[in-house]
């Protein structure tokens, strides 16, 4: 980029910042809180008064910021950023304009996208990534639905992490010991908590459908209400904050860990996917006769072939790999079927209106970006190639041979490898990915478990 370039400011409608403007001051909000995603999915930005920020078109951060670790560290690999680690611009999404509402001074937050000074996007931000992809059905007269289903887990606080997490105590005065898959009573152990998330969600425009109990104890699941992927990732996104601050609020932690405690499921974020046509407002996974299509198909046949090389992004994290397992309500294969919650990839009981697939792959940990992103792009590549699925499965696939790499090294090789997904996702964000998981994992190998501790120490 030259230096002139840099002396611009980004080529973005500046009446963009006018709604926001209203909206703050109809609000009275007197701090506004500009965040974005990493690529690891944690919310980074400023903190600034409403007043400054009305004035300043546009905030300023680091480019490096994107590449931050899970752990706050940065990847040796920087060739995807500028070597001078110079500023990109932020610019706002006047429709992701929210209040905090647990904020003690009035608060909004507002999500931001990233440009460089020339007014072209940052290729690794992951909120773009999801609308690249999203253009890429635009192209064709298509427009995705998704529903994220988000599950997790309630746990006491715990300050030191070499102590394993417990459940948290209800208002019964009791942790819950044994497992209470869909009990009433025992998500009316945390009343006052949901009550302020269902608060908080309402506040924020974050459209909450059903909460249920999950199979572990204390672990819960959110579906969210489907609609727009780019909207359903802004949600999502804000939701898990919003959880946590109101666990945090009633002295519990919530985490969205994909497998935070041993001998307990796992927790996911399923992805319910559809497709509509543009023209028609029609479901182009049924035909006129309410049958499924060969584009539905293709869709899934799209997901069996690629989600294996985009398993990074559905499962981003060391221990992600740990929640897929046989017999734990985890896929460990993409096979398909109908009603059925053992195959990775699950088609629920619907009208033809609704035919949707529901991808059970994706950990509750991943990126809502990127993972909304990689399960759209797998079906998108399957319906462009006019792919075939395998035949549906009936019973078990538990019993199934492993389709699914099962480390983070060996899922990373895929991805590094597969140069349909790196064409679709573009060489610099794939690359950026990599760097930030590979220096992850590097960081995970240096620590010596307690596992080790108890049966080396002595033994060996």
Known sequence: ????????????????IKPIREWLRKHHIDEVEGIIPDITGIARGKIIPSEKYSEEAGLRLPEAVLLQTVTGEYPEDFSVVSPNDGDIVLW????????????????AVIIHDCFYNDGTPVQIAPRYVLQKILRLYRERGF????????????VKPNIDADYPLEPPIGRSGRPEIGRQSFSIDAVNEFDPLFEDLYDYCEQQNIGIDTLIHESGAAQMEVNLLHGDPLELADQAFLFKRTLREAAL?????????????????????HIHQSVIDTNTGRNIFSGDNGEPTDLFFAHIAGLQKYLPAASPMLAPNVNSF?????YQAAPINLQWGYDNRTTGLRIPVSTAEARRVENRLPGADANPYLVIAASLACGYLGMIEALEPTEPIVGSAYNMPWELPRSMQAAMELLAENKIIGDIFGEDF????????????ATFSQVISSWEREYLLLNV
């Open 249 to 269: 609020k009633h002295n519990m932690y919530a985490t969205f860990m994909a497998k935070p405690m041993q001998r307990e499921p796992g927790s996911a974020m």
């Open 322 to 326: 740990r929640r897929i397992t046989r």
């Open 1 to 16: 980029m030259t230096q002139e370039q840099q002396d611009q400011q980004p080529n973005v409608d500046p009446a963009l």
């Open 430 to 441: 794939i690359k950026a990915f990599i760097a930030v998981k590979e220096s992850e994992v």
């Open 92 to 107: 706002p999404d006047p429709k992701t304009i929210r209040p905090v509402p647990w904020s003690t001074e009035p608060t």
């Open 143 to 154: 427009e995705p639905v998704v529903a994220p289903e988000l599950e997790f887990y309630l």
